[in-house]
């Protein structure tokens, strides 16, 4: 049953957003959630009925269009892909496990209320999205899509208990273990910083066309710094070790090197290096780190987390420029020396 869906997948994910192609346990912090309403995608679709799918269509299109708007719903090949979606055994059985994790979807709508909350609070002129929630096809690439104020959630991608299902789907093993339900509000926190925050990139490149020129290591650990920042403060009831995707061994390790690291940057002079051979295993997403024996991956997340830490107890919180300074201005304000 499994295989057979994961031959069509990627058939189903073109189907299912068009549209989009084209355009947690813990503590609980003292915040006053906005409303949000979601939008259950996957509640619409399989509740319709499989043999009178064509005629409800456009109704479906009208209350979805981050999914549906743009396709060609009198086209009998997308009818027809339709049809065999909502009737295909996977999907029927993971639509049984979406709908036993997020039920009503009342927890995940507080969940992302509180999120959103402040999220306006850090960012004064952010205007919360719509949210629409449905079945991705484990569509990885597409798991989380924030754009035009429309949030868009694969919640087959984030479910308890799957990650043996998600590795026979294909998936490496370390992306597998990160996906269940806890990772889904942090996932929706990055792309929120990341839709705020200035780029990490130096400035035009010498071609123009709006191109950006390659940014040094230290562009890379400060940007990626700011957004685990931004996620910090949007989600302080989530585990810091979480909000790396590390596990705890993983977490210790980089507090227990993380001044021989940061010497090793010095004394190979790669703070302000450009070439990325030099620097992508301090940046690359993996299993593990190929540059130091037992260390985890994305080690300038790490890194940056600190300085941009060290920096922000430094700046008065209504400055301006809290999240716009360069780089190379960040690391000097922070005086960070691990």
């Known amino acids: 049953m499994m295989k057979h869906w994961i031959d069509k997948r990627w058939a189903w994910a073109v189907v299912l957003g068009l549209a989009l192609s084209a355009v947690a346990c813990g503590r609980r912090a003292a915040v006053r959630p906005l409303p949000v309403n979601l939008h259950r995608y996957e509640q619409a679709l399989l509740a319709l009925p499989p043999d ?13 269009a981050p999914y549906l708007s743009g396709a060609d719903l009198t086209d009998p090949k997308n009818v027809l892909q339709l049809q ?11 639509y049984a496990a979406v709908e036993a994790c997020y039920g009503d ?8 209320g509180r999120l959103f909350a402040r999220a306006q609070t850090l960012f004064a002129d952010w205007q919360p999205p719509q949210v629409y929630t449905y079945i991705s096809g484990l569509d990885y690439p597409n798991r989380v899509v924030y754009t035009d104020s429309v949030l868009s959630l694969a919640l087959d991608l984030y479910l308890p208990d799957h990650a043996e299902a998600y590795r026979a789907a294909g998936f490496p093993n370390y992306i597998a273990q990160r996906l269940n339900p806890g990772a889904l509000p942090v996932e929706v926190a990055q792309a929120i910083a990341v839709e705020r925050l200035p780029s990490r990139a130096a400035g035009p490149s010498e071609g123009g066309q709006g191109l950006m020129r390659m940014g040094t290591l230290l562009d890379e650990v400060v940007y990626q710094g700011k957004i685990l920042c931004v996620v910090d403060r949007l989600l302080p009831e989530v585990d810091a070790p979480q909000k790396l995707f590390y596990d705890e061994a993983q977490w210790r390790w980089c507090k ?3 001044a021989a690291l940061w010497h090793h940057w010095m004394k190979e002079q790669l703070l302000y290096e450009t070439d990325l051979n030099r620097t992508k295993h301090f940046i690359n997403d993996g299993p593990a780190n190929l540059a130091f024996q ?5 080690l300038a997340q790490y890194i940056g987390w600190r300085i941009v ?8 919180a209504d400055d301006p420029e809290l999240w716009t300074r360069p780089a190379q201005e960040v690391l000097r304000i922070s005086a960070y020396k691990p």
């Open 294 to 298: 037992g260390a985890p991956p994305r």
């Open 256 to 258: 227990d090197n993380e």
């Open 84 to 94: 065999t979606f909502v009737l295909d055994p996977w999907v029927r059985e993971t």
């Open 52 to 64: 009178s799918i064509a005629a409800a269509l456009p109704a479906l299109a009208a209350g979805y």
């Open 309 to 316: 830490s060290r920096y922000l107890q430094r700046v008065p």
């Open 105 to 112: 979807g009342g927890g995940l709508a507080a969940d992302l």
